[in-house]
């Protein structure tokens, strides 16, 4: 997996890390079923596909693009959304 530099806002959690939590919790529930798991972190449309794939494969059910002042103005937000979510 790729690793960012950004000022401190890596990849939230190690993909290793995620599945264990994940395994966990359904364990704990039963199952997944109606359950919805979610983390936050940021793509660029080239490594987007890359980066939330493998948290995909994990459980992944939703993925929130951080899209904080960090990430530059506002028109720098936009282009980001307008490029849309991985494919």
Do not use: K
Not at 30 to 55: H, K, Q, R
Not at 59 to 80: N, S
């Amino acid at each position: 997996m790729a690793t960012f530099t950004d000022g401190g806002r890596g990849v939230p959690v190690p993909i290793e890390d995620f599945t264990d939590v994940v395994r966990f919790v359904a364990a704990e529930r039963g199952s997944l079923d109606d359950f919805d798991v979610v983390l936050e972190g940021w793509t660029t449309p080239e490594n987007a596909s890359e980066v939330v794939a493998p948290y995909a494969a994990a459980g992944l059910t939703w993925w929130i693009e951080a899209m904080g002042w960090w990430r530059g103005d506002v028109d720098a937000a936009r282009d980001r959304i307008l490029a849309g979510p991985p494919r």
